[in-house]
């Protein structure tokens, strides 16, 4: 499935838009959320909200960072938004888009750290995995809003 930053846009759903959720974030429903639905949001979805999550707990990423991630953790918390999480295959897709989104947004504070602590807790919850599931292609230097993400 193909996913562009540009779709976020067009689905009427922008990075402003996102942003307004920054207050539904709280770290305790963020995990109640994932273990409630690790299994079926699949395990690119958690992986992303991982390494949203461990981003957002470093003392050196910024405040304006941190707000895009606290945007796109709580639109992914919201129990109803643009697709309905309940709908099969589809109702994940625009969580994802926002969590690609902030993830774009915020990769240079993605460390290899991050990224151990990230794949740790996702051999936690789901047991071995294939590493190939969780790979995200780094959006390139200029930060174009046309990437595309393979999900």
């Known amino acids: 499935m193909q996913f562009s930053l540009q779709t976020i846009k067009t689905d009427k759903m922008t990075p402003k838009d996102i942003e307004k959720y920054q207050g539904r974030y709280n770290e305790q429903d963020l995990l109640k959320k994932v273990t409630r639905v ?42 109803i938004d643009l697709i309905p999480d309940f709908i ?4 994940y897709t625009d969580d994802l888009a926002a969590l690609m989104w902030a993830f774009y947004a915020v990769a240079k504070n993605v460390t290899p750290e991050i990224e151990a602590q990230a794949k740790k807790k996702l051999r936690d919850w789901f047991g071995d995995y294939d590493e190939a599931d969780i790979i995200i292609e780094r959006a390139p230097e200029s930060h174009d809003d046309n990437v595309d993400v393979q999900g």
Do not use: N, Q, T
């Open 38 to 79: 690790a299994k079926k949001a699949g395990i690119k979805v958690i992986y992303l909200a991982l390494l949203l999550y461990y981003v957002l707990k470093s003392p050196k990423v910024k405040m304006a960072d941190k707000g895009k991630i606290w945007g796109a953790l709580g639109y992914f918390i919201l129990p």
């Open 88 to 91: 099969p295959l589809a109702g």
